[in-house]
């Protein structure tokens, strides 16, 4: 048996981490300034080495294989890992833990496209199943996806000086691209400019982005509430308040749905609310995962 197929054999029976081809930094800055160097973009693996079966099939299924290794040779490698047991540096998990204030590094693993300056231009939650193809696929969509968002900005900025209307339309349209790719974080400056550009709501964005903006504000505040039953008054009254815009409605329901699934143990209402989302549009995130939960509960 090749040593490398029985290498990856022996791991998988001892639950062990493979033998990685690839070299990983840890550092946030070292990977920076290696961007800067070398003109390439930042690949970074967010993972939880000794404790997340995601994760640690996709180190052994993807990042394990030669034919990763060499590919990836037009990335910079980071590694961001949240271990519970494994040994880790003081300066390493102290500067894991910040990005992850920084950035939503709420699941494991996590993929993130950055360039030299430490802006994120994708992000994917999850493993990627498939081999080292499928993930490499991946990269080279984050790689095009950063591409487009470059220059929908490339058209606001040239906007600065149009049209109040014109404004409104090129950063609405920069700030719904973000949003969809999970990257609203970056350009968080952008709702309030377009409330105050787009007055007297002749383009309908006012008030879009006042809902978007009471939306993030209840998703912030709601952590340790202990009546979630509020929190999906509060969601209905925002979905009933985004009637207009159905894809922010449907983030809005599904958020409900979800709140009814995991807080109130609410299968009835959770399942109408899936379904409601899914009316709202199959084939966005949110109507692919509300027909992925209607198949799964009972």
Request: with cysteine.
């Amino acid at each position: 048996m090749h040593r490398f197929v029985l290498t990856t054999v022996v791991c998988l029976f001892l639950g062990l981490p493979a033998f990685s081809q690839v070299k990983w930094l840890e550092d946030w800055t070292a990977a920076l300034r290696a961007s800067a160097s070398s003109g390439k973009l930042v690949l970074v693996d967010v993972t939880g080495s000794d404790w997340a079966p995601p994760a640690r099939r996709q180190d052994l299924e993807v990042f394990s294989q030669p034919e990763f290794a060499k590919a990836a040779e037009t990335y910079i490698l980071l590694r961001l890992d949240f271990p519970h047991n494994a040994s880790q540096s003081e300066k390493t998990r102290a500067q894991n833990a910040q990005l992850a204030k920084r950035f939503p590094l709420d699941n494991v693993p996590t993929t993130l496209l950055v360039d030299k300056f430490g802006f994120v231009w994708g992000l994917h939650e999850g493993a990627v199943d498939g081999g080292p193809q499928a993930y490499l696929d991946l990269a080279a969509e984050l790689v095009k996806q950063k591409a487009d968002l470059e220059a929908l900005k490339k058209t606001a900025d040239a906007a600065a000086t149009a049209t109040s209307v014109d404004k409104a339309t090129a950063f609405h349209a920069l700030f719904d691209r973000a949003d969809k790719a999970g990257l609203a974080w970056e350009f968080s400056e952008l709702p309030a400019q377009i409330i105050a550009l787009d007055k007297g709501n002749k383009l309908g964005l006012a008030n879009r982005y006042q809902v978007y903006n009471r939306y993030t504000r209840l998703l912030a505040t709601w952590a340790g509430r202990e009546d979630y039953t509020t929190v999906v008054k509060d969601l209905d009254d925002l979905a009933k308040a985004a009637k207009d815009q159905a894809d922010l409605k449907q983030k809005i329901v599904f958020t409900r749905a979800m709140v009814q699934l995991n807080a109130l143990r609410d299968e009835l209402g959770a399942r109408a609310s899936f379904r409601e989302a899914l009316s709202l549009g199959a084939e966005t995130f949110e109507g692919k995962r509300s027909l992925r939960l209607l198949s799964e509960l009972p």
